[in-house]
């Protein structure tokens, strides 16, 4: 149900993403519009951190689609971030990065989502997050650079490319076509690494 606090929460939330700009956290995000968000006592720890992910996101990609149809600028939605490009400094890819967070915007924009989370189904979604930010912890290391060259990358490259060559190689490293499972590991991590790169950097799409 829409309220005048959720059309506060949009505005002050506009007011500060245009002012700070660039790369933004979640948590810094729910430090500056903890007074719009709810505080429950009732519910757990774990529920209520997810309600207030889920709140916060759903706002954001309301402010996005005010701003895409504005043209004010770009909200770009990312893992646990979000980064603002100014209307005087969108990236070349700036459509495809609409488009491709779509699916996403569906789901927070649906508040039924929010409400029917159980504590299996957050169970298991914070079973995912854990494994993702291990897997980016242990990736750390990796240097993008080298990657791109030994998956023989050549900058500007699409998603579509970098799906294309993820699928090439693990046709040939896939253990049930006979290839090394530590080996197809490495590509899957690999594949993460470049995935999460790519949407966070303003890559032109051919």
């Known amino acids: 149900m829409h309220t005048k606090l959720q ?4 505005v002050a939330l506009e007011a500060f993403l245009l002012s700070r700009q660039g790369e933004i956290s979640e948590q810094e ?13 009732t519910l757990a720890v774990d529920s209520l951190l997810f309600q207030q992910h889920f709140i916060l996101y759903h706002h954001l990609f309301v402010l996005q689609a005010q701003w895409q149809k504005e043209q004010v600028a770009l909200l770009h939605i990312g893992y646990a971030k979000v980064m603002v490009y100014t209307i005087n400094d969108l990236p070349d890819n700036m459509l495809t990065l609409w488009q491709e967070q779509q699916d996403k915007a569906a ?6 989502n929010m409400h029917a989370m159980t504590d299996d189904k957050l169970q298991a979604l914070l079973n995912e997050f854990w494994k993702k930010l291990e897997l980016h912890q242990q990736n750390k290391a990796l240097d993008t650079g080298l990657l791109q060259q030994k998956w023989q990358l050549i900058r500007p490259y699409s998603t579509a490319q970098l799906k294309r060559n993820y699928r090439q190689q ?7 076509k006979g290839g090394d499972a530590t080996a197809f590991q490495l590509l899957q991590q690999e594949y993460q690494w470049l995935l999460a790169e790519l949407s966070s950097q303003k890559i032109t799409v051919t």
């Open 7 to 10: 059309d506060d929460l949009v």
């Open 29 to 41: 995000l729910l430090h500056q519009l903890k007074a719009f968000i709810p505080q429950s006592r």
């Open 107 to 112: 789901y927070y924009l649906d508040w039924q």
């Open 170 to 176: 693990a046709l040939r490293l896939h253990p049930d």
